[in-house]
């Protein structure tokens, strides 16, 4: 079974704290994203990597910024924490195969920014 | 970019009823249409998915429907059990491109 682990399930932090969120799957996938939930708004896509060292922003990646030094492994970073940023934040992970897009998921990461 | 939009935001159905919800989606390249299933505090897991090339796909009680022509698709639930009270995610995205866009999410109830 695929494995995908975050490191933390909930993390209170303050306004203007640097705040590391950490992704690691450990079923060699290619694909590794990062998405934040918010109620009535879905899953909204904030970066995404198809290899170590590269990154793609999504469609909300204002804020945050990503690193990928290993293949394994996905962060997510918060530059400067804002309230507007508190939020469940969701990894994924998937093959890089046409056939097999099934994207797995992390169990979320519960943040709030005070 | 692709736009996903899922109705309705809430569901509520009868035990053993069938519940249907439906995307529309804005750019018609797009291919590959999975669902994903949440249910409470747990993360969201694949429960099928349908390829452009298909215009229907049935897994026991669950199938979807596609219709490339208007951009739609659906999925159905049928004979609903209380385990199937969740929500659920629809998604788009290109053939050959693992970003997906996703729908804003229906919240089912199945009341016994």
């Known amino acids: 079974d695929v494995k995908v682990t975050q490191s933390s399930r909930y993390l209170v932090k303050r306004t203007g704290e640097k705040v590391f969120l950490e992704c690691v799957q450990d079923?060699?996938?290619?694909?590794m994203f990062w998405y934040r939930q918010d109620p009535g708004l879905g899953l909204r896509l904030i970066y995404f990597?198809?290899?170590?060292?590269?990154?793609e922003k999504g469609d909300i990646p204002e804020g945050y910024s990503v690193s990928r030094e290993k293949k394994e492994r996905f962060s997510l970073i918060l530059e400067s924490a804002s309230t507007n940023q508190t939020s469940m934040y969701l990894c994924?992970?998937?093959?890089?195969?046409?056939?097999?897009?099934?994207?797995?998921f992390g169990p979320g990461t519960r943040l709030l920014v005070l | 970019g692709e736009n996903v939009e899922q109705h309705p935001s809430t569901l509520s159905v009868q035990e053993g009823d069938s519940a249907v919800i439906k995307c529309t989606y804005s750019?018609?390249?797009?291919?590959?249409f999975p669902w994903y299933k949440q249910e409470l505090g747990k993360r969201p897991q694949l429960i099928i998915d349908?390829?452009?090339?298909?215009g229907e796909k049935k897994d026991q009680r669950i199938a979807v429907t596609l219709n490339k022509t208007a951009k739609h698709f659906s999925l159905h639930i049928t004979e609903t059990q209380p385990e199937d009270s969740a929500v659920y995610f629809c998604?788009?995205?290109?053939?050959?491109?693992?970003?997906?866009?996703f729908g804003t999410g229906t919240r089912l109830t199945i009341i016994p």
């Open positions: 994924a992970s998937s093959l890089l195969d046409t056939n097999q897009e099934t994207q797995y």
């Open positions: 079923m060699d996938h290619e694909n």
């Open positions: 990597s198809y290899d170590v060292k590269m990154k």
């Open positions: 750019d018609s390249a797009s291919n590959y």
């Open positions: 349908i390829r452009s090339n298909v």
């Open positions: 998604a788009a995205s290109l053939f050959g491109n693992e970003k997906l866009t």
